[in-house]
């Protein structure tokens, strides 16, 4: 069964850094193009980042590029998202993404706040 389970989110000043990791099981992680994104209140989910399975290619938002850094760790199981220069508008629960096998895999999220 898959599993993923996202932490690291806390409140923040703005211009500030945090660091997210997402800890999966459940899939022979290092095939898998691994995703983040984010979600506010009353809007869609949006895509923040990704990574590709062993190649470590990555994507980004617009909203996001050169602020946010995407990295895995294929021994660990883990993907992460780092964070810097973090705005109010960041403010949003996190969430861990992964398909496999046609479906669609997410963690419970992590909050992220940002405010002073």
């Known amino acids: 069964q898959v599993h993923l389970a996202e932490s690291g989110g806390d409140l923040v000043q703005p211009g500030g850094s945090l660091r997210l990791s997402c800890a999966a099981s459940?899939?022979?992680?290092?095939?898998?193009?691994m995703d983040w994104y984010r979600q506010v209140p009353g809007k869609q989910r949006e895509l923040v980042a990704s990574?590709?399975?062993?190649?470590?290619?990555?994507n980004f938002a617009d909203f996001v590029k050169g602020r946010f850094t995407i990295s895995r760790n294929n021994v660990w199981n883990r993907v992460y998202l780092q964070m810097n220069n973090l705005e109010p508008e960041d403010t949003a629960v996190y969430y861990c993404?992964?398909?496999?096998?046609?479906?669609?895999?997410w963690g419970r999220g992590t909050q992220v706040t940002v405010s002073s």
């Open positions: 990574i590709g399975s062993n190649s470590g290619s990555t």
């Open positions: 459940g899939i022979n992680f290092r095939l898998y193009t």
């Open positions: 993404h992964t398909q496999h096998r046609a479906n669609d895999y």
